[in-house]
């Protein structure tokens, strides 16, 4: 754990503190202001990409949702936001996805639970117009065409570039301004970054699910130190911290694992015994039950969204004899 001379160290950061309106009021709140005052040149430069890229149906959206497909259009798949107009009422939906093309297709297809409480309320409903035949165009725009450095970054300042808020647009939510906790001062950073370091490899870091049990994990653990616990400020952005560190971290392990994780699905290794291996064609006749061909067609677009490193792996492991039904 810390040192005394560590803790003596935070304990001094900490006691020099003076309450009052904390640094992320006035970083949210200029930020709010500075998008405000700039969404009308970011309106043009989006514009502006938007008429250079190729804008897309919701039909063609629907289709593309196969990595298959795309690899014979020679369509890549990107980080980035996904403008969506509606040509006919001229609403806007923004949103972002580390895979556009498999987010935002979503849109146009009905999810009940949605589709229910926003007629409920009378709120704009993509798939609800789109149902009753508006005309809707999509533009997909990779972030590294933009200014932006992130993506919460780009679809916040779009979002208030399109108003796309509703009533005005399709937006419920606005984008997320704070996406990082902002302290008082580097020292504060400092001291937090210090304690992380020597709590993140704990068995009770695991446990810590919601911002609710990292804030009392927080409290409880400057208390147990022997550090000023009037600061809650600091205690919430050494939350914060412990959230941005487990996002990031859960990124990279969900990368190291994905491999093996999809190719242990049920209905992928259901599909690549009967079909794959024996290189046998579908034939509709042989199906007995619904369920079944559910999971047929379920696997095989499983299949097809898989990775050339994905299907490197699978195959070798086929041909080793090492993969598993």
Not at 145 to 154: C, D, G, K, R
Not at 187 to 209: H, M, R, V, W, Y
Not at 249 to 275: A, P
């Amino acid at each position: 754990m810390l040192t005394e001379d560590e803790l003596n160290w935070i304990r001094h950061v900490l006691n020099d503190y003076e309450p009052g309106i904390s640094a992320s009021y006035f970083y949210r709140r200029n930020t709010i202001i500075e998008r405000n005052n700039n969404k009308g040149i970011v309106r043009k430069e989006l514009d502006s990409l938007r008429k250079k890229m190729i804008k897309y149906t919701p039909q063609e959206l629907l289709v593309l949702k196969s990595k298959k497909v795309r690899e014979s259009w020679d369509v890549n798949n990107f980080s980035g936001i996904y403008i969506i107009h509606n040509c006919v009422k001229d609403l806007h939906y923004i949103g972002q996805a580390e895979k556009v093309f498999d987010r935002a297709y979503t849109h146009f297809v009905k999810n009940p639970e949605w589709y229910g409480l926003n007629v409920q309320f009378n709120l704009p409903e993509i798939y609800h117009d789109y149902n009753f035949g508006d005309k809707f165009s999509i533009s997909l725009i990779p972030l590294g065409y933009t200014a932006f450095s992130t993506l919460n970054e780009l679809e916040d300042n779009a979002i208030r570039a399109y108003d796309s808020l509703v009533p005005n647009g399709y937006n419920k939510n606005p984008g997320n301004v704070m996406d990082k906790p902002i302290f008082e001062n580097d020292d504060f950073e400092k001291a937090a970054n210090l304690i992380l370091d020597k709590i993140k490899g704990t068995e009770i870091f695991l446990t810590l699910t919601n911002d609710r049990k990292r804030f009392q994990y927080s409290i409880n653990l400057l208390s147990e130190l022997g550090l000023p616990t009037k600061n809650s400020v600091f205690a919430n952005n050494l939350a914060g911290l412990i959230k941005a560190y487990q996002k990031d971290n859960k990124k990279s392990n969900l990368n190291k694992g994905k491999q093996e994780d999809k190719l242990q699905d049920r209905q992928l290794k259901y599909v690549i015994g009967k079909y794959i291996i024996p290189e046998k064609e579908f034939d509709f006749n042989e199906i007995r039950t619904q369920e079944e061909l559910n999971d047929i067609q379920e696997g095989f677009e499983k299949f097809n969204k898989l990775s050339d490193k994905e299907l490197t792996e699978l195959f070798l492991s086929i041909r080793n004899g090492t993969f598993e039904l």
